[in-house]
């Protein structure tokens, strides 16, 4: 957001300073979080991967509050980290070394249970000359994967886990915070982008091997421009499959992105007025890829 500070021109005395008293103020796209904690890799992977992320002043307005620290009772005998809203604990708390990431999944929590004034997939979201991609699919479909090589190759990343979507003019909001990749995917973007930056990995945790990576500089920038939607492709990574896409009749693409969408129930018919008009706007397919170079070079020809 211009005309604010960003994370990486504060010295490690201040961030440290902030996450131990009165906060962060982290802006994120349309959401800003205010994070406290008292962790030193949590420090570090908020300075490695939101360095190019504007922070506001002290006392400003804040969508969500939350911290990570240690749960009571558990600072040293196999010591555990616990994600708080507001004080409040909405999950179980982790192994202490997995701090960094579970504030990074306690910030989508946070975005998927309270923020209804949009429509949330569980999507990647990309956009190239305003016109947006929706990348609907489950865990180990290869989303995140592709939609970290599409935003090094042209693309702007919006997010790799959210699409939030107004349901009364059908824009796009960004995000833009670290993609989330998880075991082989991680090699597979460090060979891809060879200036990547990433995370120290989180080991053991219910998705495996995680790492985050810093998205680029340019779609921070461009985090306060919405998209307009045009493209919902349904991605599969298949091993030495050739990159193919293939029409998805919109009836199809519907039920995919309804069984896709955190809050659509929720929305009732606000939420079903907006994906039907979504579907009909959009050109619809199915795509598998082997290569992400191909993935690449075919996503380039998508038409207007």
Not at 186 to 197: D, K, L, M, P, S
Not at 233 to 238: A, H, I, N, S
Not at 273 to 282: S, W
Request: charged share 20%; proline share 8%.
């Amino acid at each position: 957001m211009p005309g604010l500070l960003k994370l990486g021109d504060l010295s490690q005395t201040e961030l440290d300073g902030l996450l131990r008293g009165p906060g962060l103020y982290l802006q994120t796209g349309v959401f800003r979080f205010a994070i406290r904690s008292p962790f030193k890799d949590v420090a570090r992977a908020l300075r490695l991967l939101y360095a190019e992320h504007g922070v506001a002043a002290q006392g400003e307005f804040a969508d969500f509050h939350v911290r990570v620290d240690a749960p009571p009772l558990r600072k040293f005998l196999r010591p555990q980290s616990q994600f708080y809203l507001d004080d409040q604990t909405p999950f179980k708390p982790l192994p202490r070394p997995q701090a960094a990431a579970m504030l990074e999944w306690g910030m989508n929590w946070c975005v998927t249970a309270h923020a209804h004034q949009y429509l949330i997939l569980h999507a990647a979201s990309l956009a190239r000359d305003g016109l947006g991609l929706i990348m609907p699919a489950p865990p180990g479909s290869g989303k995140s994967t592709l939609a970290a090589a599409l935003c090094f190759r042209g693309w702007r990343l919006l997010s790799d886990e959210l699409t939030l979507l107004d349901p009364d003019h059908l824009a796009m909001a960004a995000v833009a915070r670290p993609i989330s990749l998880k075991n082989a995917s991680i090699e597979v973007i460090r060979g891809f982008v060879g200036h990547a930056v990433l995370s120290d990995t989180a080991r053991d945790t219910a998705k495996g091997t995680v790492a985050h990576l810093r998205p680029p500089a340019s779609s921070v920038a461009a985090a306060d421009v919405p998209a307009t939607p045009r493209w919902i492709v349904l991605p599969r990574y298949e091993a030495g499959a050739a990159a193919r896409l293939s029409p998805l009749p919109r009836a199809r693409a519907f039920m995919e992105l309804a069984q896709n969408a955190f809050n659509y129930s929720l929305l009732g018919e606000a939420g079903f007025t907006a994906l039907a008009q979504l579907v009909n706007g959009c050109d619809c397919y199915r795509f598998s890829y082997g290569d992400l170079e191909e993935a690449v070079t075919l996503f380039a020809g998508l038409e207007p």
